[in-house]
């Protein structure tokens, strides 16, 4: 077999069921997918589903706690999350590029296998294409999710409410930085790690505690700053939080400071926010973290009533300034 791959394994004849044998089915072929069918026949789901689709471009395609395999399954995975679904089933389509090292190939399908066997779904559909050199940077990544909403769940960035209390399940920033340095070859005393997770398990616990959470989201692209950006939009509230009870990492404050950057800004990929009633705020802090995922949660701010459709960030100078919606990528290509 070829070390590198090449666009006659796109052709659909001998090399392409070779590399589909020796990499995709060694690592994705113990369940529907192994039956090379046209598409998965899947047992009947009861009650609401929710799905989900995603694109993974993220480069370098391995990083600090993490490669773009572990990063597809989890960013599928933390979508239907975030609308209180319990994730069942992924597809995954591969875009490779011609050249691309099948022991790179190899090292991704393998990440995403592990990395859906540990958050409990299943990957029962997929697909490759080959394109010439230059067509994709070496490897894209599509998927789409299936979960399950469990009856009297009702999670909807429309859903904050004046009063309720906004919470984040850990630091801000570690993904976003990861990439940065990793990308540019900058070196820190204590290394940035991506946050890299799936986040359902935390998710199921939050709400066997607090069934009524209002809004879920994982700050992303954009990181906090536009997610709560989002949400005080569509709910058609104001957002305000403090400055210094946001949790960010000694590491990426200082890579932030260097750079000129704001962690506020800067993606994560394994972290939530969390908008609940404030009289369930505590417990939900509490039972977040006693998971690994929600070790350092904390409640960093409320919704109000004021400034409707924006988010305030009292500083810890006691002053107060907008934080407003990022007008461009800070960090192109983060996932």
């Known amino acids: 077999m070829n070390d590198t791959v090449l666009l006659a394994h796109g052709s659909g004849g001998l090399m392409a069921h070779e590399l589909l044998e020796s990499v995709f089915l060694r690592h994705l072929g113990d369940g529907e997918l ?21 694109s993974y471009v993220v480069q370098p395609l391995f990083f600090p706690g993490g490669d773009i395999g572990k990063l597809a399954v989890c960013g599928t995975v933390n ?13 995954v389509g591969f875009i490779l590029e ?23 779904v299943r990957i029962v559909a997929g697909d490759t294409k080959v394109v010439g050199r230059g067509g994709a940077d070496r490897l894209f ?12 769940i009702s999670i909807s960035a429309h859903n904050a409410q004046p009063g309720d209390s906004v919470l984040v399940s850990g630091a801000m920033g570690d993904h976003g930085l990861a990439i940065m340095t990793q990308r540019h070859g900058l070196r820190f005393e204590s290394p940035i790690r991506s946050d890299c997770a799936a986040l359902a398990g935390l998710v199921a616990s939050m ?15 954009g990181g906090l700053a536009a997610v709560l950006n989002e949400i005080a939009g569509q709910s058609q509230v104001g957002i305000a939080i403090d400055e210094q009870v946001v949790p960010v990492h000694e590491p990426v404050a200082a890579a932030c400071e260097l750079l000129g950057l704001d962690p506020l ?4 990929e394994g972290k939530l926010v969390a908008i609940a009633p404030a ?11 006693t998971h690994p995922l929600g070790a350092e949660a904390s409640i960093v701010g409320e919704v109000t009533s004021a400034h409707v459709g924006s988010v305030v960030l009292r500083t810890a100078f006691g002053t ?16």
């Open 279 to 289: 009289k369930s705020a505590a417990a939900l802090v509490d039972v977040m973290q």
């Open 320 to 335: 107060q300034r907008v934080l407003d919606m990022p007008a461009g990528e800070l960090l192109p290509r983060i996932c």
């Open 79 to 91: 979508d239907l999350a975030m609308r209180g679904a319990r994730p069942m089933f992924l597809s």
């Open 265 to 268: 800004y800067a993606a994560n």
């Open 34 to 54: 192994g039956a090379l069918e046209d598409a998965a026949v899947l047992s009947r789901l009861e009650g609401r589903l929710a799905m989900t689709t995603d």
């Open 141 to 152: 990544i599509n998927t789409a999710g299936v979960g399950i909403v469990p009856e009297g």
């Open 98 to 120: 011609e050249g691309l090292a099948i022991s790179d190939l190899e090292r991704v399908v393998a990440s995403m296998a592990e990395t859906a066997r540990d958050a409990g």
């Open 207 to 221: 709400l066997a505690i607090c069934p009524h959470i209002h809004v879920l989201r994982d700050p992303t692209r």
